[in-house]
C-alpha cells in the first residue's frame, strides 16, 4: 500500500497546486467567503477523518448548551436525503447521517441540521431557529463560509505536520493551512502525555503567536449503554463481539484489550451502511461464541445506524476532556461568543 501511495505521488503535487491555488484565491477575496452577524465556529481537520470531531463538537455544545441557544450543521455524510433537513423524531440515520442523528438525540435543546451548502444552511438555521451561536461540523476546508473561529484538530498518532497530501497522504490540503486555526487541539493523547512531550509537540508544530494549542484524551463513560448497562469495570467477564464503522478504530480496540477482553472485532469502513447480510454475518458470529456471558458492542456512531436492526445491541460513549488548560480553552471559546453581545 504504502508503496502504491509512494508511486501516486505526481498526483500529489497537482492535488497540492489545485488545493493552494483555492485558498491563494479565497485568502485574496477573489473567490467570495460569507460572514455572518452570529458567532460560528468551524471544527476540522486537515487530515481524512479519525480525529475526533464528534466527540469536540459535543463538548462545545456542553460548554455553551447553559448560556447559548446552539445549533450545528454538518454535511450529513451518505445521507439519503437533499438540500437542508432540520432533524426531528421522524428522521434516520439514513435520511440525515449518524454524526447528526447522534447529536440531535443526545442534546434535545439543541437544534441540528445538514445541508452540504453550508453558507445556505446558515441561513436556514438563522431563518427557522435563530441560534445564539452555529457549529460548524467538519467544515475546516469550507471557504465559502467565513467562521469567525476555527478548532482544527490533529492526532497525537498522526500528526498533520508528518503527514503528506493525498492521494501520497491523508492531509486534504497542504499543512500550510494549519495557519486559518484560531486553536489547535492534538487529540487523542495519552493521559499520562509528559510536559516536555507536549512542548516536543508544540515546538514541531510551529503555531504562530495568534494560535494557541490544546491536548484533549478521549474518556469512556463508566457504563456501557443500549440494551442495558454494564459497568466498564466488569466487562472484563464478557466476551466481546465489537463492530466498527469509524476511521480510526484503533484506539477503542485497544482500550478493551487493555482490560484483558477477549474481543472478535468486526471492521467496517467509515459510516458503512450495513446490509442484511452484515446483519446476519455479525449475529451469526455472536451466536458461535459458546459463553453465557457475551454481548454485541459498538460506538454510539454506529449504534445510530444499528439500532432499529438489531436488538441487544451496547454502545460505548465517549467524551472529550483537555489535559491541562481547559478553562483557558473554554474562555477563548466563551469570549468569542461573548464579545458582541
Given at each position: 500500500?504504502?508503496?502504491?501511495r509512494?508511486?501516486?505521488f505526481?498526483?500529489?503535487?497537482?492535488?497540492?497546486?489545485?488545493?493552494?491555488?483555492?485558498?491563494?484565491?479565497?485568502?485574496?477575496?477573489?473567490?467570495?467567503?460569507?460572514?455572518?452577524?452570529?458567532?460560528?465556529?468551524?471544527?476540522?481537520?486537515?487530515?481524512?477523518?479519525?480525529?475526533?470531531?464528534?466527540?469536540?463538537?459535543?463538548?462545545?455544545?456542553?460548554?455553551?448548551?447553559?448560556?447559548?441557544?446552539?445549533?450545528?450543521?454538518?454535511?450529513?455524510?451518505k445521507?439519503?436525503?437533499?438540500?437542508f433537513v432540520?432533524?426531528?423524531?421522524s428522521?434516520?440515520?439514513?435520511?440525515?447521517?449518524?454524526?447528526?442523528?447522534?447529536?440531535?438525540?443526545?442534546?434535545y435543546t439543541?437544534?441540528?441540521?445538514?445541508?452540504?451548502?453550508?453558507?445556505?444552511?446558515?441561513?436556514?438555521?438563522?431563518?427557522?431557529?435563530?441560534?445564539?451561536?452555529?457549529?460548524?461540523?467538519?467544515?475546516?476546508?469550507?471557504?465559502?463560509?467565513?467562521?469567525?473561529?476555527?478548532?482544527?484538530?490533529?492526532?497525537?498518532?498522526?500528526?498533520?505536520?508528518?503527514?503528506?497530501?493525498?492521494?501520497?497522504?491523508?492531509l486534504?490540503?497542504?499543512?500550510?493551512?494549519?495557519?486559518?486555526?484560531?486553536?489547535i487541539?492534538?487529540?487523542?493523547?495519552?493521559?499520562?502525555?509528559?510536559?516536555?512531550?507536549?512542548?516536543?509537540?508544540?515546538?514541531?508544530?510551529?503555531?504562530?503567536?495568534?494560535?494557541?494549542?490544546?491536548?484533549?484524551?478521549?474518556?469512556?463513560?463508566?457504563?456501557?449503554?443500549?440494551a442495558?448497562?454494564?459497568?466498564?469495570?466488569?466487562?472484563?467477564?464478557?466476551?466481546?463481539?465489537?463492530?466498527?464503522?469509524?476511521?480510526?478504530?484503533?484506539?477503542?480496540?485497544?482500550?478493551?484489550?487493555?482490560?484483558?477482553?477477549?474481543?472478535?472485532?468486526?471492521?467496517?469502513?467509515?459510516?458503512?451502511?450495513?446490509?442484511?447480510?452484515?446483519?446476519?454475518?455479525?449475529?451469526?458470529?455472536?451466536?458461535?461464541?459458546?459463553?453465557?456471558?457475551?454481548?454485541?458492542?459498538?460506538?454510539?456512531?454506529?449504534?445510530?445506524?444499528?439500532?432499529d436492526?438489531m436488538?441487544?445491541?451496547?454502545?460505548?460513549?465517549?467524551?472529550?476532556?483537555?489535559?491541562?488548560?481547559?478553562?483557558?480553552?473554554?474562555?477563548?471559546?466563551?469570549?468569542?461568543?461573548?464579545?458582541?453581545?
Open positions: 500500500m504504502k508503496v502504491i509512494f508511486l501516486l505526481p498526483f500529489t503535487l497537482v492535488y497540492d497546486l489545485i488545493t493552494t491555488i483555492r485558498n491563494f484565491f479565497y485568502d485574496a477575496g477573489v473567490f467570495k467567503s460569507t460572514s455572518f452577524d452570529i458567532p460560528v465556529i468551524a471544527v476540522g481537520n486537515l487530515s481524512v477523518g479519525g480525529t475526533g470531531k464528534t466527540p469536540q463538537i459535543e463538548f462545545l455544545i456542553r460548554l455553551l448548551k447553559k448560556d447559548k441557544k446552539v445549533a450545528v450543521l454538518s454535511r450529513g455524510y445521507r439519503k436525503t437533499k438540500g432540520l432533524l426531528n423524531d428522521h434516520s440515520a439514513e435520511d440525515v447521517g449518524d454524526e447528526p442523528l447522534q447529536f440531535f438525540k443526545k442534546f439543541v437544534s441540528v441540521a445538514v445541508d452540504a451548502k453550508r453558507v445556505h444552511g446558515i441561513q436556514q438555521l438563522k431563518k427557522t431557529v435563530n441560534p445564539d451561536v452555529i457549529l460548524l461540523d467538519d467544515a475546516y476546508q469550507h471557504r465559502k463560509v467565513k467562521a469567525g473561529l476555527y478548532i482544527l484538530l490533529t492526532r497525537y498518532d498522526d500528526l498533520y505536520i508528518d503527514d503528506f497530501i493525498l492521494p501520497t497522504g491523508n486534504r490540503e497542504s499543512k500550510r493551512g494549519a495557519k486559518r486555526a484560531d486553536i487541539v492534538v487529540t487523542k493523547c495519552s493521559k499520562d502525555l509528559s510536559d516536555s512531550q507536549q512542548e516536543k509537540i508544540r515546538k514541531k508544530l510551529k503555531a504562530n503567536s495568534n494560535q494557541q494549542v490544546f491536548f484533549s484524551y478521549i474518556d469512556y463513560h463508566e457504563k456501557t449503554k443500549g442495558k448497562e454494564i459497568a466498564l469495570e466488569a466487562i472484563q467477564d464478557y466476551e466481546i463481539v465489537l463492530i466498527t464503522g469509524i476511521a480510526n478504530p484503533k484506539p477503542l480496540l485497544g482500550f478493551f484489550e487493555g482490560k484483558n477482553c477477549k474481543v472478535h472485532h468486526l471492521n467496517f469502513p467509515d459510516h458503512h451502511h450495513f446490509s442484511g447480510h452484515d446483519i446476519k454475518e455479525i449475529q451469526a458470529q455472536f451466536e458461535k461464541l459458546s459463553t453465557d456471558k457475551k454481548i454485541m458492542l459498538t460506538t454510539e456512531k454506529d449504534f445510530m445506524r444499528l439500532a436492526r436488538h441487544g445491541l451496547h454502545y460505548v460513549e465517549i467524551e472529550t476532556k483537555f489535559l491541562e488548560d481547559q478553562e483557558k480553552f473554554n474562555q477563548q471559546v466563551l469570549h468569542y461568543c461573548n464579545k458582541d453581545s
